[in-house]
């Protein structure tokens, strides 16, 4: 789930893993080489990584180049690109991926096909000259030999370091063993280095051949593919998010406090609050829609009558003519009318009636309102509905929804242990057969996808949870029905109905939920995401429940400003219609492999258009009946949650921590000149924050710490003159000062360039300017000489 913002062929995308590509080839700091695909391995190695020398493979669909309408790019040469090429001349069940170096060997004499991937090294990332230094060095110091009673073939020579360094680049594997390099399966090397079983080179001239690919190549006599013509550069955008979704500070219940609240807001406080010693206890002062019941004409802010029970109404006011009007727009000016009023309120006795109607006790930690409504008409929320929230630990968002947000990732197929899926649940959801149309019997088979079913993080589910108990004690203890939900753990939420919403929309999309991933994302189907106008490079929606929205959302509670009705259900789609999603969800490549027309075109760096045709999109299949399911995938993993549960970025506490371990990585890996690193950081980072923070600190304003009441300017007392509360910054020399040590220290531990060192020294001389007095700094008499 985690954003990395790539060099091609889009600006960006989310990850997921897949185990059936290659995984990095680190170094060891006893000098041992290898390649890690296996996570447990990766875990067990953590300690005793020196060098990451390859980053491993990273797979980007067809349909991606289709959609940014980006060249193809040379293709790695992968098992399934060469598994095409022996399938013209040997039709096989893919039992060659994991081979030995003499049948590897074998099938290409045999075959006349190219090298078999696993062996084919790195040659284009080396010189001519390091191909016949090498070959040089195996035949003057190499040994050939049976490795002690094992079948397979060994090479060992001494350690020599550019013999070393150049092995390192290919990428080939070997162990450090007393002082000597030691490879095994090294019988395709030493032909591709003109070497027989006898360490001997053959004769031949080699003099005009300046591709180190084409040298092996012909020093082997045998085909020889660039193992890896492509590189991508990535870098991590943000981190994956699996939230809840709060405002600042999170209310309980959209209901106005005002100042009684104090800076919390504190339904508590205000409940206690006095503003003067001739006022109540409890009396608090707020903007509130002033409401009439029809029957008994009884005035109130609520939308049911406190006497009679029935219905209220707005009491809509002319501003200009103040008239009373039974529209929202004035008969007698035109103008648009108002219904809120400021309006004294008995919040204590609000408060208790809202206890005693729900038989609750008065003992939350918090109990949170808003300071003030920003609705066109201020509609207020029950304050039963905050009661409960606050009982659940739940907070409610601007609309009077509960929302959990997560990254978005696409899925087409699952295996039920991956979802935590019982058998029965997946036979009662629906998903009777697996993908080859067995019978679901075993919680490993893979089945497909429904389009507007989803799983979300276990934290989402734990949540979401408490905000079904919310639900079910609204129903029963406000509403007088029966539950709805009876959820006592987030597996009682399996099958039931979900909204997923994108914000910069106001149109929900219905959705089910089937199921809960340890990862902190939300899985869904192509369509549906597509539906909601998202793609899935990084961004991030929210999922509500459908009980929620439909009891609770209301478009009274909505701010009335530009951008107000955004990210709101206003509508609900409650049946994905594939023709009228994204079209970008019509390019996405659904064939169980790519034909070798495919990996040729790579080569010539077509245009996806142009290779489209022998690749099967969904857009083949819009408007057939294969258009919601029967999709393939080209590359199994094992579990689509792999890996750790969040990114480094959202466990480390501070930026210090981040930043340090940031450039501790990039000293990791080859690839990254850390240097580069270093002073993108800087400059990105430390240095725009300096500048931001020095700035707001010349014009930054007070506020007073008992109020919360913001000043332009420093007031000349010390005192605020609404509450005779003290005056403090809103900015302080800390949050300047931040980072210009550690940029400092960076700058002087990485060779950063000297503009950028110079900046730091321009910063640094601006706030000692700022913040050092020189009446109090006391001098030395060489001072003035």
């Known amino acids: 789930g985690t954003q990395l913002k790539l060099e091609r062929p889009g600006k960006a995308a989310a990850m997921a893993p897949v185990d059936s590509i290659e995984g990095p080839t680190v170094r060891l700091f006893n000098g041992d080489v290898l390649r890690i695909d296996d996570p447990a391995e990766a875990l067990k190695l953590r300690g005793t990584v020196e060098k990451i020398l390859d980053c491993g493979e990273i797979l980007i669909n067809f349909g991606d180049f289709l959609e940014n309408d980006h060249p193809l790019m040379p293709a790695s040469y992968s098992y399934e690109w060469w598994a095409q090429e022996l399938s013209i001349v040997k039709p096989h069940e893919d039992e060659y991926r994991d081979v030995d170096d003499k049948t590897a060997l074998v099938l290409t004499e045999e075959h006349h096909v190219p090298i078999h991937p696993n062996y084919t090294y790195l040659w284009h990332d080396v010189t001519v000259?390091?191909?016949?230094?090498?070959?040089?060095?195996?035949?003057?110091?190499?040994?050939?030999?049976?490795?002690?009673?094992?079948?397979?073939?060994?090479?060992?020579?001494?350690?020599?370091?550019?013999?070393?360094?150049?092995?390192?680049?290919?990428?080939?594997?070997?162990?450090?063993?007393?002082?000597?390099?030691?490879?095994?399966?090294?019988?395709?090397?030493?032909?591709?280095?003109?070497?027989?079983?006898?360490?001997?080179?053959?004769?031949?001239?080699?003099?005009?051949?300046?591709?180190?690919?084409?040298?092996?190549?012909?020093?082997?006599?045998?085909?020889?593919?660039?193992?890896?013509?492509?590189?991508?550069?990535?870098r991590m955008g943000r981190p994956e998010k699996s939230n809840k979704?709060?405002?600042?500070?999170?209310?309980?219940?959209?209901?106005?406090?005002?100042?009684?609240?104090?800076?919390?807001?504190?339904?508590?406080?205000?409940?206690?609050?006095?503003?003067?010693?001739?006022?109540?206890?409890?009396?608090?002062t707020v903007q509130i829609g002033k409401r009439r019941c029809p029957a008994c004409s009884t005035p109130t802010f609520k939308n049911r009558c406190s006497e009679c029970g029935n219905f209220t109404e707005p009491v809509y006011e002319c501003p200009n003519c103040h008239i009373e009007a039974k529209r929202e727009t004035c008969p007698k000016c035109g103008r648009e009318t108002t219904s809120w009023v400021e309006m004294n309120i008995e919040f204590k006795r609000e408060y208790e009636e809202a206890l005693k109607n729900l038989g609750e006790r008065d003992n939350f930690d918090t109990f949170k309102g808003v300071i003030g409504l920003i609705s066109k008409h201020k509609t207020p929320e029950p304050l039963e509905k905050g009661v409960l929230r606050a009982k659940h630990d739940v907070v409610t968002f601007k609309d009077g929804t509960i929302r959990y947000d997560l990254s978005d990732l696409p899925l087409t197929h699952f295996t039920p242990e991956e979802v935590e899926l019982s058998i029965s649940d997946a036979l009662r959801l629906g998903y009777t057969h697996d993908i080859h149309g067995e019978p679901l019997n075993r919680e490993d088979q893979v089945v497909e996808l429904k389009p507007q079913d989803i799983v979300i993080s276990t934290d989402a589910g734990e949540y979401l949870t408490h905000a079904a108990q919310f639900i079910d004690d609204l129903l029963i203890k406000y509403y007088r029905v029966e539950p709805y939900y009876n959820a006592c753990d987030r597996s009682d939420l399996v099958g039931k109905l979900m909204i997923g919403l994108a914000p910069h929309t106001s149109a929900g999309v219905l959705a089910r939920l089937i199921g809960y991933t340890r990862a902190s994302v939300g899985y869904a189907h192509p369509y549906f995401h597509a539906a909601k106008r998202r793609n899935c490079d990084g961004d991030e929606d929210c999922v509500m429940l459908l009980m929620d929205g439909l009891l609770n959302f209301s478009r009274s509670y909505l701010p009335d400003k530009r951008g107000g009705q955004m990210d709101a259900p206003l509508v609900l789609t409650t049946r994905i219609d594939p023709n009228e999603v994204d079209k970008e969800a019509h390019n996405i490549d659904i064939t169980p492999k790519y034909p070798l027309e495919f990996y040729r075109a790579t080569q010539k760096h077509t245009s996806p258009k142009d290779v489209a045709a022998h690749i099967t999109t969904v857009s083949d299949r819009i408007g057939t009946t294969g258009e919601y399911e029967g999709t393939c995938f080209t590359h199994p993993t094992t579990n689509i949650a792999a890996g750790p549960k969040n990114s480094a970025y959202k466990t480390l506490e501070t930026m210090i921590d981040k930043m340090n371990a940031q450039l501790y990585l990039a000293t990791k890996i080859r690839a990254v000149d850390e240097g580069d690193v270093a002073e993108r950081v800087i400059k990105s980072h430390f240095l725009p924050d300096l500048i931001g923070n020095l700035r707001a600190f010349t014009k930054q304003q007070v506020r007073c710490v008992k109020c919360n009441t913001k000043y332009r300017r420093p007031l000349l007392q010390n005192t605020c003159p609404r509450c005779n509360g003290r005056i403090v910054l809103t900015v302080h020399e800390g949050s300047v000062k931040k980072y210009l040590d550690t940029s400092k220290q960076v700058a002087e531990q990485y060779d950063i360039s000297n503009y950028t060192k110079q900046r730091i020294e321009l910063l640094e001389n601006e706030i000692k300017s700022l913040f050092e007095n020189d009446r109090s700094k006391q001098k030395g008499l060489a001072d003035f000489m």
């Open 129 to 234: 000259e390091d191909v016949r230094y090498l070959s040089d060095h195996l035949a003057e110091n190499g040994e050939y030999k049976d490795d002690k009673g094992d079948r397979e073939e060994i090479l060992t020579f001494p350690l020599d370091e550019r013999a070393k360094r150049i092995l390192e680049t290919l990428l080939v594997h070997h162990r450090m063993i007393e002082g000597e390099i030691v490879i095994e399966r090294p019988l395709i090397l030493l032909r591709c280095l003109g070497l027989n079983d006898n360490l001997e080179q053959k004769t031949m001239d080699m003099s005009g051949v300046s591709d180190p690919v084409e040298l092996v190549s012909k020093m082997s006599g045998y085909r020889i593919r660039p193992r890896a013509p492509t590189r991508i550069g990535a």
């Open 245 to 284: 979704r709060e405002m600042k500070p999170a209310p309980h219940v959209l209901f106005p406090v005002g100042e009684a609240g104090g800076r919390t807001r504190s339904l508590q406080d205000a409940k206690k609050y006095t503003k003067s010693m001739q006022d109540g206890i409890g009396t608090i």
